[in-house]
């Protein structure tokens, strides 16, 4: 059963407007939340983590927020640009094993 | 420094044939993993290790053996394929023990098995 659940496959959005992609989860024991990006043929990269202990953390375009009541967490990228088409993995961890969702494609489009 | 390195990227192979896939890592990190990653499933680690001579299972560790004898290189064998090991598998260090910290992760290896 998917832990950790990312819904929407898919996001296009213009190039300089906000993305916001969504990302659930079910076990109350995560205490560690991370956002990967994915390029095609190429591993995953690690982009910006936020703790439990904290609602949000930011680096420059990114900021992910964390509404741990609904185990819910965010990645919002403002401005959106071309180079930021890839895959979003959010993963989150126990602190033994990481759990990662099922990744959204996004599409800045100039 | 060349990060994280898998060999080879590309491997078929047929039912019941065992091989290894190669991971190397040059950053002196401590915690390796290999993952798998299937459509629609995401990311799911197999096998991990702490250290030399440390290894544990992960989510998914079935058909898949695993050994650290250096801090370097961290193998993954299959030991008798099948095509549910059709995949994607990633290899990945970072600097902690623990996950909890951002991971490095190699370029991956397309697994096909007939």
């Known amino acids: 059963d998917q832990q950790v659940k990312q819904n929407s496959p898919s996001l296009s959005v213009q190039e300089g407007r906000i993305s916001i992609l969504n990302c659930d989860y079910t076990?109350?024991?995560?205490?560690?939340f991370l956002w990967y990006k994915k390029y095609p043929a190429e591993g995953p990269t690690f982009l910006i983590s936020i703790s439990s202990i904290k609602d949000k953390n930011e680096d420059g375009r990114f900021t992910v927020f964390l509404n741990k009541s609904a185990k819910h967490l965010s990645l919002h990228i403002v401005p959106s640009q071309p180079g930021d088409s890839a895959v979003y993995f959010c993963?989150?961890?126990?602190?033994?094993?990481?759990?990662f969702g099922t990744g959204t494609r996004l599409t800045v489009i100039p | 420094n060349a990060g994280v390195t898998q060999t080879p990227k590309f491997q078929v192979l047929k039912t019941g044939q065992s091989m290894t896939l190669q991971c190397a890592q040059d950053?002196?990190?401590?915690?390796m993993s290999w993952y798998r990653q299937d459509p629609g499933m995401g990311l799911r680690l197999i096998h991990y290790?702490?250290?030399?001579?440390?290894?544990d299972q992960g989510e998914v560790p079935n058909g898949y053996n695993v050994s650290r004898s250096t801090t370097e290189d961290f193998p993954l064998r299959l030991l008798s394929a099948a095509p549910s090991q059709t995949s994607v598998y990633f290899c990945a260090s970072s600097y902690s023990g623990t996950v909890t910290y951002e991971q490095y992760f190699g370029p991956g290896t397309r697994l096909t098995v007939t």
């Open positions: 950053m002196n990190h401590e915690y």
């Open positions: 290790s702490v250290g030399a001579g440390i290894t």
């Open positions: 993963a989150a961890t126990d602190g033994d094993n990481l759990f």
């Open positions: 076990n109350s024991m995560f205490d560690y």
